[in-house]
């Protein structure tokens, strides 16, 4: 079997494979080829494992179920297995899908989320292909589930969501107490951003004496002291951010629900019934925006303090979805804990605009300094002012 020979062969190549003796620019161009391969094989093996299973094979190798075989044969759970079978059998309905993942260019994880969704919005997968062959698993699940929420009535998807809610807790090998939650977005969303604020300011406290623990390891006590019997809140601040913001177009609000086109849904949270955001609308730590066409993007003002009514236009993403910020550079998916950076640096005359503020993860806002820095665009040797605190 010609296959079978030259996969052998190239495994007999990277058995003897020693990096140091590649150059930096040759090992990129050998990860990105591997990556493509390893994609093409992954699908064929799993195409090779049907036939197999259907032709009995695994019971003859002694397993029940072909994903039992599948699990030991690669090293993986017989979950991941079966839902790699899966993917591969509904591959057939998505020819464009298929194409791609046997060629390399999409992996079985992104054409999961592509057979996911046309099977629930037809005719989305074209563009789902597009997306998925030049951005990250991350940011293609996010417009998956994006698309298929907006084919939802807003009303079922929240019957949906309430109907799915849970906590699950269990003990790990360490003792420790592990969970998991699903919460719907009128009390998720605003949850996560009370605790989001909440290891920020202990991240804060914790800078000037030294402690270098994980972001993770503060939102574990933050989360303990916001919800600890007895323990004082950390959210306790003299912050005036809202925990929830909606963005309804005003014929909608008015009106009591949505026609086609408008759009009524919680920042980060996706689609919500009109008639619950006038019920949230009642809660003091809400911020609702009713969008009226109004060019939010005339909001400008030269000085380095963002006023409120900007932050929250800048809060909201960009047209026409208003759904929250993901930073700016195309290499990063990151949604939580970004930073407003002045594009072109106040020291260069930048304003503080609609558009000339970008979102960036701390690690990018740094690098995107240096190169200002570098560019001479921070006013010479000054102190930077473009330095994220």
């Not at 996969?7 to 040759?26: I, K, R």
């Not at 993986?76 to 790699?84: C, G, L, N, Q």
């Not at 991240?203 to 919800?227: C, F, I, S, Y």
């Amino acid at each position: 079997m010609r296959i079978k020979r030259l996969v052998e062969d190239l495994v007999g190549e990277l058995v003897t494979f020693d990096p140091a003796l590649w150059s930096g620019a040759q090992c990129a161009e050998l990860v990105e080829a591997l990556a493509r391969a390893e994609t093409s094989i992954a699908v064929v093996r799993t195409r090779a494992a049907l036939r197999a299973a259907a032709c009995g094979e695994h019971r003859q190798r002694g397993f029940r179920e072909p994903a039992d075989w599948i699990a030991r044969t690669t090293g993986s759970t017989a979950r991941d297995a079966r839902a790699e079978l899966e993917t591969t059998k509904e591959l057939a309905s998505c020819p464009a899908t298929q194409e791609a993942v046997a060629a390399g260019f999409v992996s079985l994880a992104q054409a999961a989320e592509i057979v996911r969704t046309v099977s629930a919005l037809p005719g989305s997968e074209a563009e789902l292909v597009e997306v998925a062959k030049t951005a990250s698993l991350s940011r293609l699940r996010d417009e998956a589930r994006r698309r298929r929420v907006k084919a939802v009535r807003a009303e079922e998807l929240y019957a949906a969501q309430r109907a799915a809610r849970e906590v699950r807790h269990w003990r790990d090998d360490l003792g420790m107490v592990c969970g998991r939650f699903r919460l719907p977005p009128d009390v998720g969303v605003p949850f996560i951003n009370r605790l989001d604020r909440a290891t920020n300011r202990l991240r804060r406290e914790a800078k000037p004496r030294g402690n270098a623990e994980q972001w993770e390891q503060h939102a574990a006590d933050a989360l303990v002291a916001m919800t600890g019997e007895g323990v004082e809140p950390a959210d306790r601040s003299p912050s005036r951010a809202p925990d929830l913001v909606i963005v309804c177009d005003l014929p909608a609000w008015r009106r009591g629900h949505t026609h086609a086109g408008e759009r009524c849904h919680i920042v980060g949270g996706g689609p919500i019934p009109v008639a619950l955001a006038r019920e949230l609308a009642r809660d003091a730590f809400l911020k609702a925006v009713l969008h009226d066409g109004v060019n939010i993007r005339a909001v400008a003002h030269f000085g380095r303090h963002i006023p409120a009514h900007l932050r929250t236009a800048l809060n909201l993403g960009p047209l026409p979805d208003l759904d929250g910020v993901t930073c700016v550079e195309e290499h990063c998916d990151r949604r939580y804990h970004l930073e407003w950076d002045h594009d072109d640096p106040v020291a260069n005359g930048g304003a503080t605009s609609f558009e000339n503020m970008k979102p960036r993860c701390k690690a990018d806002h740094w690098e995107k300094t240096e190169r200002d820095r570098k560019a001479g665009r921070l006013g010479g040797g000054r102190a930077d002012p473009n330095e994220p605190p």
